[in-house]
T-cell receptor, first 111, second 117 residues
Framework: KQEVTQIPAALSVPEGENLVLNCSFT??????LQWFRQDPGKGLTSLLL?????REQTSGRLNASLDKSSGRSTLYIAASQPGDSATYLC??????????FGSGTRLLVRP | NAGVTQTPKFRVLKTGQSMTLLCAQD?????MYWYRQDPGMGLRLIHY???????AKGEVPDGYNVSRLKKQNFLLGLESAAPSQTSVYFC????????????????FGPGTRLLVL
């Protein structure tokens, strides 16, 4: 059974710092991997989607990488801002086209 | 274009009561999903639908029923609510991943907070 783990569960950094969020999974048979952002009391917003044949995707200050062989993905946030404070969820699409979610990393960027 | 909307936003039930959560999307998506999110956990799939008139079980379907009578609506029903069903429920929709080359993401509603006493 596919399991998705996100470490750390919570992270607090000062504004301006570059940071990395980690996601690991147990089964490399995936179709894609996505990173979502969730603000308190709100739904999920897709940030980046990496197809299984791709190694990374970039959007503005965000860069996501995928290494299927090691079962890992990272989300790199450059020059963090207080507005980046949110919970970040990693989710992968398995062989039955369903999303399997990690439990998320709660990020706080301090002014 | 409202995207995915959910009704109600918040509800308190007593054990044994029933209720229906409504999800609506205006993006002409074939696929719709119901998830629950519990504290410290990611989202878990309850039921999903691959088109009008179809439903299928997800990871945690027990205690829930669903219906997709219209393409734009997906209803989640609790026939006899239990405290273990206290959670935040999210609806999502997407195009058919088979037809879009797996490039399409799921679009999520704002969630419904349910408290069962």
């Amino acid at each position: 059974k596919q399991e998705v783990t996100q470490i750390p569960a919570a992270l607090s950094v000062p504004e301006g710092e570059n940071l990395v969020l980690n996601c690991s999974f147990t089964d490399s048979a995936i179709y894609n991997l996505q990173w979502f952002r969730q603000d308190p009391g709100k739904g999920l917003t897709s940030l980046l989607l990496i197809q299984s044949s791709q190694r990374e995707q970039t959007s503005g200050r965000l860069n996501a990488s995928l290494d299927k062989s090691s079962g890992r993905s990272t989300l790199y946030i450059a020059a963090s801002q207080p507005g980046d404070s949110a919970t970040y969820l990693c989710a992968l699409m398995d062989s039955s086209y369903k999303l399997i979610f990690g439990s998320g990393t709660r990020l706080l960027v301090r002014p | 274009n409202a995207g995915v909307t959910q009704t109600p936003k918040f509800r308190v039930l007593k054990t044994g009561q029933s209720m229906t959560l409504l999800c609506a999307q205006d993006m002409n998506h074939e696929y719709m999903y119901w998830y629950r999110q519990d504290p410290g956990m990611g989202l878990r799939l309850i039921h999903y639908s691959v088109g009008e008139g179809t439903t299928a079980k997800g990871e945690v379907p027990d205690g829930y029923n669903v219906s997709r009578l219209k393409k734009q609506n997906f209803l989640l029903g609790l026939e006899s609510a239990a405290p273990s069903q206290t959670s935040v429920y999210f609806c999502a929709s997407s195009f058919d991943p088979y037809s879009t080359g797996l490039e399409e993401t799921q679009y999520f509603g704002p969630g419904t907070r349910l408290l069962v006493l």
